[in-house]
């Protein structure tokens, strides 16, 4: 398996709430629905051909609950598939109770468990928001690519993707493409380390 990000920030690395108003407001964070305004058909389509027909969903512990009560509540077009899909939730908590269907905990060295799941053949874990997850699989060289969503927007404030006291990343463009909208659909694959 290859472990692919999805996520939509803004030009100043934000990744904190941007669906709904209420979604994350950690912090006092009053930015929320941010991505919403420059949604785009294409972004969904490109979504879906980068993460292919055979996915598990990877999540940390608030984005799984997110989805899970925004998603479940509001029920539309992708509550069933989310809860047919597979998904694993990196926790801290041992006891961590996952009441979706089709979740599996991971729990206590969570890099050599998603070491484990990347051996599995063929199917892509997508990891939708999840920050604290991606930064923490990075250094050790477990994301296989990075599908961001850059929204022409700075907010100044909120939760980034990546973090001031993060390691240094090289990345290579895969590919680019601007929406109308202008958001730029971009892929990137970490460059290999050089030791």
Known sequence: MRVLVVNHITLDGVLQGPGRPDEDTRDGFRHGGWATHANDPAMGRVMSERMGPQFSWLFGRRSYEDMLTHWNRA???????????QKYVASSDPNLELPWPNSTLLTGDIPAQITELREQPGGTLAIMGSGHLIRSLLPHGLIDELFLMIHPIVLGSGHQLFGHTDDAHSLHLIDCTPTPTG?????????????
């Open 75 to 85: 029920g539309g077009p992708f509550k069933e598939g989310l809860n047919q899909t």
């Open 183 to 195: 958001v730029l659909i971009a892929t990137y694959r970490p460059a290999p380390s050089e030791s």
